[in-house]
């Protein structure tokens, strides 16, 4: 592993402290980040959110999720280290209420300590607890709001949140999150890309057949239903996360890893992406949602089932994109995504153009195209599927082997989890891993076509059991151009 350097100290106020993600992630995040003696000593935690609680009680509450039942004592020992750091506050986050006064006392007075304000909260109130948090004068100069996605809805939705957090921090303050850019394989993109002269001549139209890109998870919507039944995956997952990839993957060289040089070339990638309307979208977007079936051996309830009621929210969407610029002129993007799905599996496919010319006689066996694979999960790793000859007498046989980089066996000691890295990002003042106010709102834009493409043209919610890779018309729409999704055994 990289060298581990210290951050700064800071202070951090979680807001929405008793909510799902501050307990999953974030508390075991910078208790991670504790361990490993990133985080220095004078470096405060604190937990805000209605409730009344004390701090003990918070603390009983994040140790059964950071430590579960049992623990070594070393970690034991750790864990009462970092709480001694940690607060909890009640506080009403949205206005005058209760609990801005102790807030603030229990900020560092010192105002060249670096402060991060973590919205783990509802988007639509992003602009009111950032109007409080400038009423009560607690925006330093050295203050970070750290935004959690989605960023808004829709297009307007999300110019209306950034306009209001915009008022109280200025946009190098802002830091808008999208956990897939804090991943160890999403980093790595731009180093693949760009640190090395094999692929960038053969990245264009000229040598790449197609791209997919495949976030399948195997979970259902589960305690989030009603979050995920307004969202819906073209929301969830689309608008952020898969465009965010696409970006990486399309992206022109920037100049510079500088923040804005990286988030300039991104925005032209969106820019590009054509608008899907009504007239296309029967046959670029496939929409869908899973019934009862039987996932990793349970059988599970269906979507409807798990929400309460029928509803026409797409668990399921597959896309084929089109970038429209010089690079990319005729080369689909296929995006894919979906919820109680075979396997959990995220996956960047870059199929590359055949051979010019087949010098091999024909029972030699079939020559397939290199493939490069990027895994984002499980089992981290970058392979090239290379056309080989099967060794030994016999004449030529073709064998198509990959050439593997597995993370796991490559880099021994592991890596911390996204969060764990974007935490130490912000404290760095690091923006290159977060997305920038016109990323947000211009994928927005694209997405809002779809939606409204769905509305005023034919793309109906097609079901799929859950359990298997999704409506069989996702299939069809690459099968109708004369190409497959690749899975976890053909990849
Ligand atoms: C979140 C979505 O952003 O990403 C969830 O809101 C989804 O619906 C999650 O489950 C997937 O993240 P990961 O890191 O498990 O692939």
Not at 183 to 195: G, H, S
Not at 207 to 215: A, E, F, P
Not at 458 to 471: E, F, K, S, V
């Amino acid at each position: 592993m990289a060298e581990l350097v210290p951050v700064e100290p800071f202070d951090i106020v979680i807001f929405g402290a008793t909510g799902d993600l501050a307990r999953r992630k974030l508390v075991p995040a910078l208790f991670h980040r504790w361990c490993d003696g990133q985080i220095p000593a004078n470096s405060r935690i604190i937990a805000a959110a209605r409730d009344d609680l004390s701090t003990d009680d918070y603390i009983k509450r994040a140790e059964e999720m950071v430590l579960g039942d049992g623990s070594s004592e070393t970690r034991a020992e750790r864990w009462s280290q970092f709480v001694a750091h940690l607060q909890y506050v009640a506080v009403d986050a949205t206005g005058d209420g209760k609990g801005w006064k102790e807030l603030a006392a229990a900020l560092d007075s010192n105002p060249d300590k670096i402060r991060l304000f973590y919205l783990a909260l509802p988007p639509s109130i992003y602009g009111s607890v950032c109007d409080a948090i400038g009423q009560h004068g607690l925006n330093t100069t050295k203050s970070r709001v750290i935004l959690e996605k989605p960023i808004g809805h829709d297009f307007h939705s999300a110019r209306t949140v950034n306009e209001a957090v915009g008022k109280v921090f200025p946009e190098n303050a802002i830091f808008r999150i999208d956990h897939y850019l804090g991943k160890e394989t999403v980093q790595n993109l731009l180093i693949l890309r760009f640190a090395n002269t094999l692929l960038e001549p053969l990245w264009n139209s000229n040598g790449i057949d197609h791209v997919q890109i495949t976030v399948a998870e195997s979970l259902g919507a589960g305690t989030r239903a009603s979050y995920y039944d307004r969202a819906g995956a073209l929301r969830d997952m689309v608008q952020n996360h898969l465009l965010q990839l696409l970006c990486l993957v399309a992206m022109e060289p920037p100049t510079s890893l500088d923040a804005d040089a990286v988030r300039a070339e991104k925005l032209k990638v969106l820019r590009a992406l054509r608008p899907i309307k009504a007239e296309t979208v029967s046959k670029s977007v496939v929409r869908g949602q899973y019934d009862a079936g039987v996932s990793l051996g349970q059988p599970v309830e269906g979507y409807a089932d798990e929400v309460g009621q029928k509803t026409g929210t797409e668990t399921f969407v597959a896309i084929h994109g089109e970038i429209d610029n010089w690079r990319w002129a005729g080369v689909p993007f296929y995006l894919r995504t979906g919820k109680r799905m075979q396997s959990r599996r995220s996956e960047i496919i870059i199929q590359f153009k055949p051979v010019p010319h087949d010098i091999i006689q024909a029972d030699a066996g079939v020559l397939q195209p290199n493939r490069l694979v990027i895994r984002l999960q499980p089992d981290e790793g970058v392979k090239l599927m290379l056309m080989t000859k099967d060794p030994g007498p016999g004449g030529v046989r073709l064998r198509y082997v990959p050439l593997n980089l597995s993370f796991a066996e490559t880099f021994e000691q592991g890596y911390p989890d996204a969060y764990e890295r974007l935490l130490m990002a912000v404290v760095r003042g690091n923006l290159g891993l977060f997305m920038r106010r016109d990323e947000v709102e211009t994928a927005w834009r694209w997405t809002d076509g779809i939606i409204a493409a769905w509305h005023d043209g034919a793309c109906p919610l097609h079901h799929y059991p859950a359990g298997t890779d999704g409506p069989s018309q996702a299939a069809l729409m690459l099968s109708r151009d004369e190409r497959e999704w690749f899975d976890a055994d053909t990849a």
